[in-house]
């Protein structure tokens, strides 16, 4: 006589019935289930999450002011009271190399935001719409990539350095609208990609049929399916747009003192490298690591986010 609890299990009804229910993923779940396995993804989300938490609160890693200088002990090497030693006035490098720490991450994030709004938006409008509004849109954009990064950044905060004054904010905000000025064409271009393929899929024909306006079509349909590309860029030009604040203090055109940023330490290093190297050492190890830690995030993330990558 059949068992009946095997029967209702083994028959085809009941394995149907499983495979319905059986739970599924979304790609942004499944890709932060892949995430979490990857050794590499968690040694670079510890280090950020490390450095958010200094830039967020250097008072629980230093109490020294990064400002307050003592010219009886400029240049002194690394010691036992300050840790990576005192620069060219007399400041502790170790408290400056802390505090720089929110100046680099907060220029570096609102870079990137500015830079993945603008482009994103533009690179979904013209993938959307086709035409010539495409064609519109990508030869703008062909215009600013065209122009060399270092060069036209230069010129730009030349021009405009002189209108902002000497104020932190208008400084710093310079800095960050130029490199989102130099730097939306290339999120603009691979959101552009990622809307034309998604423009041809039944999804968006089937809303297009059923009478959805183009706004709906674009916030409920195209957008989930196009920005997982651009956020993985973006997790990795974050590294990148630190580095060039750093780029651009160096050259003396980005931030400057009383500003405690990594790049405004490693500009004053310079003069002082073969005599003081400390002074330069310990901002650019953080400068790197952080920079490092931002690609490797990026590298994992694309990874995950790619079906294809996946082991």
Same mark, same amino acid.
């Given at each position: 006589?059949?068992?009946?609890?095997?029967?209702?299990?083994?028959?085809?009804?009941?394995?149907?019935?499983?495979?319905?229910?059986?739970?599924?993923?979304?790609?942004?779940?499944?890709?932060?289930?892949?995430?979490?396995?990857?050794?590499?993804?968690?040694?670079?989300?510890?280090?950020?999450?490390?450095?958010?938490?200094?830039?967020?609160?250097?008072?629980?890693?230093?109490?020294?002011?990064?400002?307050?200088?003592?010219?009886?002990?400029?240049?002194?090497?690394?010691?036992?009271?300050?840790?990576?030693?005192?620069?060219?006035?007399?400041?502790?490098?170790?408290?400056?190399?802390?505090?720089?720490?929110?100046?680099?991450?907060?220029?570096?994030?609102?870079? /990137?935001? $500015?830079? #993945?709004? &603008?482009? %994103?938006?533009?690179? !979904?409008? @013209?993938?959307?719409?086709?035409?010539?509004?495409? +064609?519109?849109?990508?030869?703008?954009?062909?215009?600013?990539?065209?122009?060399?990064?270092?060069?036209?950044?230069?010129?730009?905060?030349?021009?405009?350095?002189?209108?902002?004054?000497?104020?932190?904010?208008?400084?710093?905000?310079?800095?960050?609208?130029?490199?989102?000025?130099?730097?939306?064409?290339?999120?603009?271009?691979?959101?552009?990609?990622?809307?034309?393929?998604?423009?041809?899929?039944?999804?968006?024909?089937?809303?297009?049929?059923?009478?959805?306006?183009?706004?709906?079509?674009?916030?409920?349909?195209?957008?989930?399916? /196009?920005? $997982?590309? #651009?956020? &993985?860029? %973006?997790?990795?030009? !974050?590294? @990148?747009?630190?580095?060039?604040?750093?780029?651009? +203090?160096?050259?003396?055109?980005?931030?400057?003192?009383?500003?405690?940023?990594?790049?405004?330490?490693?500009?004053?290093?310079?003069?002082?490298?073969?005599?003081?190297?400390?002074?330069?050492?310990?901002?650019?190890?953080?400068?790197?690591?952080?920079?490092?830690?931002?690609?490797?995030?990026?590298?994992?993330?694309?990874?995950?986010?790619?079906?294809?990558?996946?082991?």
């Amino acid at each position: 006589m059949t068992d009946p609890t095997t029967a209702t299990t083994d028959s085809p009804v009941a394995a149907g019935r499983a495979e319905v229910t059986a739970p599924t993923r979304s790609l942004s779940g499944d890709a932060w289930h892949d995430l979490r396995r990857r050794p590499l993804f968690l040694v670079a989300a510890g280090l950020i999450t490390f450095l958010l938490v200094m830039a967020a609160f250097p008072q629980l890693f230093t109490s020294v002011d990064p400002t307050l200088g003592d010219l009886s002990r400029a240049r002194e090497d690394p010691s036992a009271q300050a840790w990576f030693g005192y620069d060219h006035l007399g400041r502790d490098v170790y408290a400056r190399t802390v505090y720089g720490t929110r100046v680099s991450i907060v220029v570096g994030m609102l870079a /990137t935001t $500015a830079v #993945v709004g &603008v482009g %994103a938006v533009m690179g !979904l409008v @013209a993938g959307f719409a086709g035409g010539w509004v495409d +064609s519109l849109l990508a030869r703008v954009a062909d215009v600013f990539f065209g122009v060399p990064f270092i060069l036209g950044a230069i010129v730009v905060l030349s021009t405009f350095r002189a209108s902002v004054g000497q104020s932190v904010i208008g400084i710093s905000g310079l800095v960050i609208g130029t490199i989102g000025l130099l730097s939306w064409p290339i999120v603009m271009r691979i959101m552009r990609s990622a809307a034309i393929a998604a423009r041809s899929q039944d999804y968006v024909k089937a809303a297009r049929a059923l009478g959805a306006s183009p706004w709906r079509i674009i916030r409920r349909h195209m957008l989930p399916n /196009t920005i $997982a590309p #651009v956020m &993985v860029y %973006a997790t990795i030009a !974050l590294g @990148a747009f630190i580095g060039a604040e750093a780029t651009l +203090s160096f050259l003396g055109v980005g931030l400057r003192d009383p500003v405690v940023s990594w790049g405004v330490m490693i500009s004053e290093a310079q003069s002082y490298l073969r005599t003081s190297p400390h002074l330069l050492l310990f901002p650019g190890a953080f400068l790197v690591v952080t920079v490092l830690a931002f690609v490797l995030l990026g590298d994992a993330v694309r990874d995950a986010f790619d079906p294809k990558g996946r082991s």
